[in-house]
């Protein structure tokens, strides 16, 4: 699909799920975006005042039009502060996309790591999954700092006993309380095993998605079947826009 620009959508939901990252729903004004599961596209206030920043679909396409976005804020980040400050429903926002090479192209089972926001395509990715290929298995591995960064723990559990083949592990990092504790590279072997038989899909900070590829990696995965998107924690040049990474 070929990028469309200046897009307008209305803001039509916006909740905090932790104390740093915000979900932004949008409706669009006219035709909606056509998109695969696991892409992203370009935001922007619609006026120019702010740079465009990328944002991962954390929704599969729906009929409507409707997508979510995770947003983190950024220190100093002039649009992630105006998106959890001053954003509203109502209001409006461009976009310019979809892009990236993010999404499935096997029909070998799905192995979801995420950290942070970048569980935001994997949400995207285990729920198209669902209504395309109902009996492809999907481990959905995520991973939080503390109780309170967790994203959507219930809808997870309740995916997971509606979806035969949908298996949910949550790890914390720096507290207790889940089931399990620890980082995802070192917990990987003991909750998955071998990841040759896979399509693994990573997306986080640079550092986990350079972990977590590492023990992927080691744990029998190899070339085209992993997939990785970091998520900047500052803004980025429009050379290294997620997505654009080698081996995404």
Known sequence: MEPLYDL????????????????????????????????????SDGEGHLPQRSYSIANAPRPD????????????GALTTWLHERLRPGDEVALEGPYGTFVPVTERPLLL????????????????????RPKRPITL??????ARDVIDRRLFSEWQRGHEEFRYLLT???????PLRGRIPDLLEAAVG???????????????????????????AEGAQVRTEPFFCDPQPWLTLPGDQPGS
């Open 65 to 76: 039009g409707l997508i979510t976005l995770l947003v983190t804020r950024v220190a100093g």
């Open 141 to 146: 591995f995520f991973s939080a700092r503390t």
């Open 172 to 178: 914390l990092t720096r507290e207790g309380g889940a």
């Open 8 to 43: 307008r959508y209305e803001v039509v939901g916006h909740r905090r799920v932790t104390p740093v990252i915000v979900e932004v729903a949008l409706r669009p004004r006219a035709a909606p975006l056509r998109y695969t599961a696991g892409q992203y596209v370009l935001l």
């Open 194 to 220: 071998s990841t040759a038989e896979r399509e693994v899909f990573i997306a986080g900070s640079e550092p986990f998605v350079a972990d977590c590829l590492q023990a992927a990696r080691r744990l029998g």
């Open 113 to 132: 790591l995420a950290g942070g926001s970048g569980l935001a395509p994997m949400r995207a990715i285990a729920e198209a999954s669902f209504a395309e």
